[in-house]
């Protein structure tokens, strides 16, 4: 069973950046995608980032395209997404997210995903 444990979230203002990590307990790690969901209140949650299991091949959801990066290392069992140029309209629970099966293709929606974390708060204030 795996384990996931966000960190890194805050408040900052408009235009600025934060870096969340995820750390992943359990066996497999670099064979599974990871990614990144976030849920804002009253609101859906969304898919804004994959990585597939080797992290040569990433996707996003267009509203990030351009200021969010995420990256992995599967020596360390961790998963990072960099924020910059950040907006009100980012400020949202961010869940730690693995793909449900191994060896997949990269991850691109909610429905790819099979466990997540417990979630960090980003705050973007205008």
């Known amino acids: 069973q795996v384990q996931l444990v966000e960190s890194g979230g805050g408040l900052v203002q408009a235009g600025g950046s934060l870096r969340l990590s995820c750390a992943a307990s359990?066996?497999?790690?670099?064979?599974?995608?990871m990614g990144w969901l976030r849920q804002a209140p009253g609101k859906e949650r969304e898919f804004v980032t994959g990585?597939?299991?080797?992290?040569?091949?990433?996707s996003y959801v267009e509203s990030v395209k351009g200021r969010f990066t995420i990256s992995r290392d599967n020596a360390k069992n961790t998963v990072s997404l960099q924020m910059n140029s950040l907006k009100p309209e980012d400020t949202a629970v961010y869940y730690c997210?693995?793909?449900?099966?191994?060896?997949?293709?990269?991850?691109?929606?909610?429905?790819?995903?099979?466990?997540w974390g417990q979630g960090t708060q980003v705050t973007v204030s205008s």
């Open positions: 990585i597939d299991w080797s992290g040569g091949s990433t």
């Open positions: 997210a693995r793909q449900f099966s191994p060896w997949m293709v990269t991850p691109r929606t909610v429905a790819d995903f099979g466990s």
């Open positions: 359990g066996r497999g790690f670099g064979a599974y995608g």
